[in-house]
């Protein structure tokens, strides 16, 4: 998944909760993780606030990343994620407001 986050992020975040659904739920886990690994780079990328506004894309990428900590927190019943969370949520909140 090196390339191309903001198309394979939110197609994952869907097959994790198709898994769910039909209760494989450690494979699901798999699923959030991949996106994690894979898009917590970019997270730290824009918490630096570059100078350039961030991309569609990588704003959808950035929200794939936000389902996946929030999927693998309901399934772990932990806050594992909270902190990581809590910066990305504010990222995606100064871009869209800079959309706006």
Known sequence: MS???????????????ALIAINDTETAKKY????????????RLWQGQPEEPITAEDLISLK?????????ARLESNHYYSDQRQRLEQIIQGSENSLL
Do not use: K, N, R, T
């Open 32 to 43: 959030y993780q991949a996106v994690i690994a894979d898009f917590e780079p970019l997270a």
């Open 64 to 72: 794939a990343l936000l389902g996946a900590y929030d999927g693998f």
């Open 3 to 17: 390339h191309y986050h903001h198309l394979v992020g939110p197609d994952m975040i869907e097959a994790a909760v």
